[in-house]
T-cell receptor, first 110, second 114 residues
Framework: EDQVTQSPEALRLQEGESSSLNCSYT??????LFWYRQDPGKGPEFLFT???AGEEKEKERLKATLTKKESFLHITAPKPEDSATYLC???????????FGKGTKLSVIP | NAGVTQTPKFQVLKTGQSMTLQCAQD?????MSWYRQDPGMGLRLIHY???????DQGEVPNGYNVSRSTTEDFPLRLLSAAPSQTSVYFC?????????????FGEGSRLTVL
């Protein structure tokens, strides 16, 4: 059974304080690892796709990386507008189904 | 460009009632899906469709029915609502079946079953 585990559940940062969110996965034949951002009362918004170990993707203050067992979402010098819940999801070989983690709720304090 | 539109945004039902959550996308996406999101749990796939006339079950299909008569629309039917179906429901689509991880989500439909 595919599993995706995110840590920590919640993270409070001061504005400008860089940190990382973790996503550990157990998926047979990983086809893709995906990061989403979800604001309160909204649907998730797609951020990144990572396909193979060693791959990195960047967008503004966010950088996603992938190893054979986990993915990290690095947040550099965060701003209050980065506050959201970040979701990680994985897709295995031969499946149309995504397995989502429970998310990390990030709060950036001014 | 509206993207993925879900209606209604809020609904309260009594146990045993039936209803349909509507989902429409205007991006000509091939793949559409329904998820539910519950506190303390990840998003879980209910049903999905890889094209008009084709549907399949996800992780938690019991108590729900879907159809895909057009590319644009993918309604989710609750046959006989139960309190366990209280949740936030999201419809999501992607351009092709091969890109099922790069999903566009609607804003959600919050359902309460009393």
């Amino acid at each position: 059974e595919d599993q995706v585990t995110q840590s920590p559940e919640a993270l409070r940062l001061q504005e400008g304080e860089s940190s990382s969110l973790n996503c550990s996965y157990t998926v047979s034949g990983l086809r893709g690892l995906f990061w989403y951002r979800q604001d309160p009362g909204k649907g998730p918004e797609f951020l990144f796709t990572l396909y193979s170990a060693g791959e990195e993707k960047e967008k503004e203050r966010l950088k996603a990386t992938l190893t054979k067992k986990e993915s990290f979402l690095h947040i550099t010098a965060p701003k209050p507008e980065d506050s959201a819940t970040y979701l990680c999801a994985a897709s295995g070989a031969g499946s149309y189904q995504l397995t989502f983690g429970k998310g990390t709720k990030l709060s950036v304090i001014p | 460009n509206a993207g993925v539109t879900q209606t209604p945004k809020f609904q309260v039902l009594k146990t045993g009632q039936s209803m349909t959550l509507q989902c429409a996308q205007d991006m000509n996406h091939e793949y559409m899906s329904w998820y539910r999101q519950d506190p303390g749990m990840g998003l879980r796939l209910i049903h999905y469709s890889v094209g008009a006339g084709i549907t399949d079950q996800g992780e938690v299909p019991n108590g729900y029915n879907v159809s895909r008569s057009t590319t644009e629309d993918f309604p989710l039917r609750l046959l006989s609502a139960a309190p366990s179906q209280t949740s936030v429901y999201f419809c999501a689509s992607s351009r092709t079946s091969g890109l099922t991880g790069e999903l566009f989500f609607g804003e959600g439909s919050r359902l309460t079953v009393l």
